[in-house]
């Protein structure tokens, strides 16, 4: 038989390199085979079948009626509202405080200086873009889907954290404040609160539960080294909620001097859309990266959404592809309230922190408890745009359960070579889910984090079933 090369094919049939490569992997083009590093295709084989028109799968909902080249310029409204959500539920101070913030965000975030200056430390600190990575061993290990993953475990501090810390600290800079105060959980935004303040030279604050203080300890020494002061939460389940809670507080006592570092696209305005234009940039380097790697657009986005910054940033850029779009929810323990941290798929309407949005609740209307492995994700609301976009359709949201991220953990350490923080692993074990089901197709999923802080907390409780002594 004769064989023509990537090259010749691609020629051919009128077609990207990178296309043909990807449709060779997928198994897509009969007869063709992988010799050393390049594929060799048989002469006789026919242009493969563009399957994309045929994998339309948007729901025919109202997203039509939405024009997604202009949405981040629409939404949100000036008064911070997506849709029904979002806005700001807070007393009079700190409305002040925060229309200073707003009005900031408006004039020197949108300048030339700022923007050179953020790009430079993009670039030269934070070691951005973040490449994609085509997760070879794991996608033949699962079946025919190609899964790849946008490596912000490898952005500076080990995740995402800091593209929008950067970007509040170097505002706050401009406005002249002293001090950045900020909440965490997993401990990621804390680190790159922490790390954005010595960079900047500013004094930092940062609240957490004690429970995560004792899961997350290798982030609470690494934001000591970095010389910030911890203070740890007493208060309710002792977890990201309450430390919201306490940072609030100190907050409104020390406004003129500080500024707030929000560590998600939560709260009142204008924080869901500063945090949100800050991390677009995943989105922005995602989608060129993956059409100049496959030559073509992914068929599944997927991100785990705690407050909803990672999955918000990655998506933002596909929502007016033909992709579906899937934000992962933390299962936790189940489905009954109090177990998990699945706002979307067990919430209901209601206000917390300064905003209106989808929150787990109780029979009786309070905010309930919110459960995961990931301490990153244990928050009982969600962002107020991914409420909206829920609401519209244009994206799905999944649930995965705290057991299963765990095998995704491990999975993608054992076959890559690559530990996920335990947020990425949900987003991960959702991949895993649809490649054992789909019979092709590509996935793209944003591992937000790396597993570091994760390590002693995954051996005590999952090593012996991993064998690890
Ligand atoms: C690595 C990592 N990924 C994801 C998240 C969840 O946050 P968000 O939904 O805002 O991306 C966290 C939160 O701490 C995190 O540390």
Known sequence: MNYM????????????????????????????????????????????????????VLKEVKVDQIDFTTFRKKYPDVNGYFGSYGGSFVDKDLRKAFNEVYKGYLTICKSAKFINE????RRDFQGRPTPIYHCERLSNYLG????????????????????????????????????LIAETGAGSHGVAVATAAAYFGLECEIHMGAVDIEKQLSNVKRMQILGAKIIPV???????????????????????????????????????????????????????????????????????VGGGSNSIGIFSAFLGDPVK????????????????????TYGKEGVLHGFKTILLQNEDGSVADATSIASGLDYPGIGPEHAFLHSIGRIDYETISDD????????????????????????????????RTMHSGSILINLSGRGDKDIDYMIEHYGEKYNII
């Open 325 to 344: 779009i899937v934000g992962i929810e933390a299962l936790g323990k189940g489905k009954e309230i109090g177990q998990n941290a699945s706002s979307i």
């Open 404 to 435: 299963e991220a765990a095998e995704a953990f491990f999975l993608l350490s054992r076959l890559e070579g690559i530990i996920p923080a335990l947020e990425s692993a949900h987003a991960v074990a959702y991949a895993i889910k649809c490649a």
């Open 144 to 179: 025919k889907v190609q899964i790849y993953l946008k490596r912000e475990d490898l952005n500076h501090t080990g995740s995402h954290k800091l593209n929008h810390c950067m970007g509040e600290a170097l505002l706050a800079k401009h406005l002249g404040k002293k001090k």
């Open 5 to 56: 090369s990537v090259k010749e094919a691609a020629k051919k049939w009128g077609l990207n390199e990178r296309r043909v490569r990807f449709l060779c992997q997928q198994n897509r083009i009969e007869g063709a085979y992988k010799e050393g590093k390049s594929y060799k295709i048989p002469c006789s084989a026919k242009k493969p079948l563009d399957l994309r028109s045929n994998k339309m």
């Open 234 to 304: 007493y208060e309710g389940t002792k977890t990201l909620k309450e430390a919201v809670d306490s940072a609030f507080a100190a907050y409104a006592k020390d406004q003129k001097k500080s500024f707030y570092c929000m560590g998600s696209v939560v709260g009142p305005h204008p924080f869901p859309l500063m945090v949100r234009d800050f991390q677009e940039i995943i989105g922005r380097e995602a989608r060129k990266q993956f059409i100049e790697m496959t030559g073509e657009l992914p068929d599944i986005v997927s991100a785990c």
């Open 118 to 121: 953020l790009r430079q430390i």
